[in-house]
T-cell receptor
Framework: DAKTTQPPSMDCAEGRAANLPCNHS???????VYWYRQIHSQGPQYIIH???NNETNEMASLIITEDRKSSTLILPHATLRDTAVYYC????????????FGKGTRLSVIA | GAVVSQHPSRVICKSGTSVKIECRSL??????MFWYRQFPKQSLMLMAT?????????EQGVEKDKFLINHASLTLSTLTVTSAHPEDSSFYIC????????????????FGPGTRLTVT
């Protein structure tokens, strides 16, 4: 079973920041927080991951609370192409550990 | 990021026939690959873990004799759906983990574009 809880859906205006929350209150000390997204009828796309520090890359920023029980994915300037289902996943991050997907958040970016 | 391909992207087959789906890591070697399937409006469900040179590990409820997995090289894993039935119609997705780099924190898994199987 997935160890994360996400809202089922969110809307965001185009050009605004999209902030997607995730609760992972049972995360263990050596588990990472991963974010993926899936655009309709495609394979999931890796976005970002982190352990305890905040992370930023060209796609997004990941903010992890100090107690690591929740995190927020931030898309700084959402576009229509960011409309997708976003999955927050906790995982050991080892090469032979599969990712367990929950239901994710369906983000709709509106013009 | 790393690239994983799948072939075919879409296949239609008759009930009772077998279908092979290929998953390739194009620019990296993957000791381990994973196979998932996704039914409409549902999330991805892990089917099996495929390890190069050894037998695959199947999730509970997945029939290993029906879903044959072969991981013959570090860049190729295949999933064969044998004696396909209409209920096997689904979106099949593979993923591969970029091998760990020294000092790298956590590994990124990369997913293929998926194969849509329709059994008539």
């Amino acid at each position: 079973d997935a160890k994360t809880t996400q809202p089922p859906s969110m809307d965001c205006a185009e050009g605004r920041a999209a902030n997607l929350p995730c609760n992972h209150s049972t995360i263990s000390g050596n588990e990472y927080v991963y974010w993926y997204r899936q655009i309709h009828s495609q394979g999931p796309q890796y976005i970002i991951h982190g352990l305890k520090n905040n992370e930023t890359n060209e796609m997004a920023s990941l903010i992890i609370t100090e107690d690591r029980k929740s995190s927020t994915l931030i898309l700084p300037h959402a576009t229509l192409r960011d409309t997708a289902v976003y999955y927050c996943i906790v995982s050991l991050g080892s090469g032979n550990t599969p990712l367990v997907f929950g239901k994710g958040t369906r983000l709709s970016v509106i013009a | 990021g790393a690239v994983v391909s799948q072939h075919p992207s879409r296949v239609i087959c008759k009930s009772g026939t077998s279908v092979k789906i290929e998953c390739r890591s194009l620019d990296f070697q993957a000791t381990t690959m994973f196979w998932y399937r996704q039914f409409p409006k549902q999330s991805l469900m892990l089917m099996a873990t495929s390890n190069e040179g050894s037998k695959a590990t199947y999730e509970q409820g997945v029939e290993k004799d029906k879903f044959l997995i072969n991981h013959a090289s570090l860049t190729l894993s295949t999933l064969t759906v044998t004696s396909a039935h209409p209920e096997d119609s689904s979106f099949y997705i593979c993923s591969a983990t970029l091998n760990p780099r020294t000092g790298y924190r956590g590994n990124e898994q990369y997913f293929g574009p998926g194969t849509r199987l329709t059994v008539t």
